[in-house]
């Protein structure tokens, strides 16, 4: 292992406050405390400029499936740059490796997604999709429906649009969001259901309950107006909160109902992370637009991508006009060949298969058995190599602890200090290794958070 540099250290830390804006922080509060400077990364591990090592229990931003350091996509990277380092998709022109992961997405998709239109990240992917929505209707003759469903709780990016497509609500007041045409409906929270008022009702019956929230909200809009619903198959950053088995089933058939388009934010869910390669094939959903990203290239690669089913697709292709879209960066031919390079490794190395069969069946044992009996603990739910751990004031009552208690933060800073990337949302500490993490990997994460907890459950006074 490198000598820590600590020298290094407070010279990157005093130059990061001078000159660097986070994402998501409190500028003022960051630099007072100095951000952690991470150098290094090999598999499931980060090292950071002191020489500490922490396990990635987040995969990056839910992204790195492949872990760190691979070789193949390394190299890969390499020679796309080294062949042909950029040129646009523009002029008339395409690139080998855009087209080639263009045809292989649409070989790997729920069939009919068989068109794609390239971005850079899950923000834009996800603003693309409604500007093409209301461009398909406009196509259709009516420019009437223009107005975007969404769910409470829901994350789907960081544009204007997509902010307002989001549901999390701390990130509107800043930018004086949401903008006129978004509309917001419940989303399918069994656990926060109690805490809502809605008594004990069953998972199976709060699922028919939120869509028919949907259905009444589509009707008091008028259904002439509404363009379209936006859903992640499982809430991410809103708390990794899965649907009843009721729920989506009968949102499709309200959608195809009130000829609302369905457009599902695979952002999160996409390439493997629920053991099959879109969450759309885990929880049987047809979207007419999907959107997807961050697995896609393992985070290696900054680059998204949105696939069209045959009817939006299909009025984009033959519309007999310019479509007037796109980014500088769009199919970059160098973030196309690392992605193709990811996609070929997953499949060659049986990831998927591996996510759904073996190591995702024993994250999920490994992580119910650790909290079963936890004091603080009321509910773990998951799939895959997706796990929530949901902090609780009250397990019987399946009551909350007030929100200026940010347990949530205090066991996330317990977990930074154990040797653990484990995300906080609200109360809930979510977890979403690499793909290829092992047996013993799931353990050491597993015990680690368990430390975190435990000791999170001490500051609070609760026995364990």
């Known amino acids: 292992m490198p000598a820590p540099t600590h020298n290094k250290t407070q010279t990157w830390r005093a130059l990061d406050a001078a000159h660097h804006i986070h994402p998501f922080s409190d500028t003022a509060a960051l630099n007072e405390e100095g951000v952690r400077i991470i150098t290094r990364a090999k598999g499931v591990y980060l090292y950071d ?44 022109t395409a690139t080998p490796a855009t087209i080639e992961l263009a045809a292989k997405l649409a070989s790997l998709l729920p069939k009919g997604l068989d068109r794609i239109v390239f971005a850079n990240s899950g923000s834009e992917a996800n603003d693309t999709a409604l500007k093409l929505i209301r461009y398909y209707w406009n196509l259709q003759g009516r420019p009437e429906k223009k107005i975007h469903l969404s769910r409470e709780l829901a994350y789907h990016g960081v544009t204007m649009a997509a902010a307002s497509l989001s549901g999390l609500t701390a990130m509107h007041p800043q930018w004086d969001l949401p903008l006129p045409g978004f509309e917001k409906v419940p989303t399918p929270y069994w656990y926060g259901a109690k805490a809502a008022g809605l008594g004990d009702i069953t998972a199976d019956d709060l699922g028919i309950m939120m869509a028919e929230r949907l259905e009444e909200r589509i009707v008091a809009l008028g259904p002439d107006r509404v363009a379209s619903f936006s859903a992640e198959p499982i809430h991410g950053a809103g708390g990794l909160i899965f649907p009843p088995a009721t729920y989506w089933p009968r949102v499709q058939a309200i959608c195809r109902k009130y000829d609302v388009l369905l ?22 959903i047809e979207p007419d637009l999907m959107s997807m990203a961050k697995g896609l290239s393992s985070g290696y690669q900054a680059i998204s991508a949105l696939a069209l089913g ?17 980014y500088t960066y769009s199919g970059h031919p160098v973030a196309c060949a ?8 997953m499949e060659r190395d049986g990831l998927i298969d591996r996510v759904r069969s073996d190591i995702g069946p024993y994250f999920q044992d490994r ?25 609780v004031k009250n397990k019987a009552n399946r009551e909350f602890f007030p929100s200026e208690q940010e347990v949530g933060t205090t066991c996330r800073n317990h977990c930074f200090r154990t040797g653990l ?11 979403s290794p690499p793909l290829i993490i092992s047996r013993p990997e799931v353990d050491e ?6 430390q975190a907890i435990d000791q999170t459950a001490r500051d609070l006074g609760v026995l364990v």
């Not at 045959?310 to 796109?326: D, L």
């Not at 690392?338 to 490794?345: F, T």
């Not at 990337?421 to 977890?431: G, K």
Request: hydrophobic share 45%; with cysteine; proline share 2%.
């Open 49 to 92: 400029s002191d020489g500490a090592r922490l396990i990635d229990g987040m995969a990056g931003l839910w992204c790195v499936q492949l872990g760190y350091g691979n070789e193949e996509l390394a190299e890969a990277g390499y020679e796309a740059l080294r062949d042909l380092s950029y040129y646009n998709q523009f002029f008339k």
């Open 367 to 391: 992580v119910r058995a650790v909290f079963a009996d936890h004091p603080l603990v009321g509910e773990v739910r998951g799939t895959g190599l997706l796990a929530a751990i949901e902090l």
């Open 421 to 431: 990337v484990m995300r906080a949302i609200r109360d809930t500490m979510v977890l």
């Open 263 to 284: 457009h599902l934010d695979e952002v999160i869910t996409g390439f493997g992370r629920t053991g099959n390669w879109f969450g759309a094939e885990t929880f049987g």
């Open 338 to 345: 690392v992605a193709l390079k990811n996609l070929e490794i």
């Open 310 to 326: 045959p009817r939006v697709g299909g009025a984009i292709a033959t519309a007999n006009e310019e479509m007037v879209h796109g």
């Open 445 to 450: 994460l597993l015990g680690l958070a368990k």
